[in-house]
């Protein structure tokens, strides 16, 4: 159950602080999203704009520079990648852990060794697992016809690492007002996740 870092086993307060390491930088990435998809909510997530006029493209971009277009992919791929930092400080303090980005085994791996965790697990089901995949995540992995372990390299390139085959991001983007119901629950995931996490590394620490 020990790690090992350049060759020196670690004892628990060195695996406790390798653990803090990541779950600091796991909850940075998350709160970037849980802002940004604060303000593409407040700003109404259009991208059809009405007016008496025309609108010109300074004004267009300042008033869609929230909406989903311009910010899902790199917000969800920094929800992601907090996903995954956060899990890997978990098992970390539980096992050998490699650093891979295959966030499904990832959590499986936490489900195994935190069983009892069943309020996260509510949470972070609907980002992980296929069948409990929110909207519009869940479209999103069916068309490209990819699992929820490619699901990161979806958000980090537009083509697979072949080149052969393009990721299609459309059903994640331009769903106006029906798209601000997904910002709002990741939003307050997000916030509940948080404690929860806390509490858990809390209780390992004591």
């Given amino acids: ?81 907090g996903l995954e930092l956060v899990l890997k400080g978990f098992l970390i303090l539980k096992k050998e852990t490699s650093l891979n980005h295959k966030i499904e085994t990832l959590y499986s791996g936490f489900k195994l060794e935190y069983s009892n965790q069943t309020d996260v697990f509510r949470i972070l089901d609907k980002y992980v697992l296929k069948s409990e995949m929110i909207e519009p995540l869940k479209s ?24 052969t085959g393009k990721y299609e991001h459309i059903k994640l983007m331009f769903r106006d007002e029906e798209g601000i119901p997904f910002f709002k629950e990741t939003v307050a995931n997000i916030s509940k996740l948080e404690p929860l996490l ?5 209780e390992l620490e004591s």
């Fill in 140 to 163: 999103f992995v069916d068309e490209n016809k990819i699992t929820v372990n490619k699901f990161y390299d979806a958000l980090r390139y537009p083509y697979d690492k072949n080149l």
């Fill in 1 to 81: 159950m020990s790690s090992v870092k350049q060759g020196k086993k670690l004892i628990d307060s060195e695996k406790y602080e390798q653990s803090l390491s990541f779950w600091d930088m796991g909850f940075c990435y998350l709160n970037t999203s849980k802002v940004v998809f604060n303000m593409t909510v407040a700003s109404g997530n259009k991208w059809v704009l009405m007016g008496n006029g025309p609108i010109s493209e300074n004004e267009y971009s300042k008033r869609t520079e929230f909406s989903d277009f311009n910010i899902i992919i790199p917000c969800l791929y920094n929800l992601y990648h």
């Fill in 198 to 202: 806390v509490s858990l590394g809390r």
